[in-house]
């Protein structure tokens, strides 16, 4: 990748028209360990929720107990 852009290793994609520029001169100065950070934390967010969905779709529906007819009610 280096050699197809002169050595220089601040080039990544514009996400807007698919080429390739020099972030530096783009002014974007994202680093990798803030989008490792930013990814985790939403991954972390989405097993979180799916674990309570789990959790409330496991329990039986809530409601008044009915009770048994005996003899003496009608």
Same mark, same amino acid.
């Given at each position: ?11 990544? *994609? &514009? %996400? ?12 974007? *100065? @994202? *680093? ?9 934390? $939403? ?11 789990? %959790? %409330?779709?496991?329990?039986? $529906? ?9 003899? &003496? @009610?009608?």
């Amino acid at each position: 990748q280096r050699r197809v852009h002169g050595g220089r290793t601040s080039h990544g *994609l &514009d %996400i807007n028209d698919g080429s390739t520029k020099d972030m530096v001169e783009a002014g974007v *100065l @994202d *680093l990798a360990l803030t989008k490792y950070w930013a990814i985790k934390f $939403a991954t972390e967010a989405a097993v979180t929720v799916l674990k309570v969905d789990t %959790i %409330i779709m496991a329990k039986p $529906a809530g409601g008044p107990k009915t009770r048994p007819q005996g003899p &003496d @009610d009608e």
